[in-house]
């Protein structure tokens, strides 16, 4: 019993330093898990805010696509119907019919301008 009584206060020590270091392991531990979740939400948040911010751009895109496909719609269709009018004139200027005509109306025109 004497042997055990001069190593008491050794074993109180480590005693103490085994419990003082658990707890603080323990403790450490929770507030890292603590922390590991507070970034996987801001990660998800960040996640969820580049998808939307990502799905707004491509919206933004569809609709400038869609607004270039119409102009140049438009302009194709301008085209064509200048075409086909050059056409259809220089068809018509062919006809002798046509040309006495047109050459009647400016000389008509003509006299009654002066």
Known sequence: MEQLSEYM???TSIICALISGIV???????????????????HELN??????QYEHEIAILNLEHEHQ??????????KLSGDMMNTLISEAMKNPEIKR????G??????KHR
């Open 9 to 11: 206060p050794y074993f």
């Open 24 to 42: 603080t392991y323990i403790v450490s531990r929770k507030q890292t898990k603590n922390e590991i979740n507070k970034l996987i939400k801001q």
């Open 47 to 52: 996640l969820e805010s580049q998808r939307k």
């Open 69 to 78: 496909l119409k102009l140049k719609d438009k302009e194709l269709e301008n």
């Open 101 to 104: 005509q047109f050459n009647q």
């Open 106 to 111: 400016v000389t008509d025109g003509l006299k």
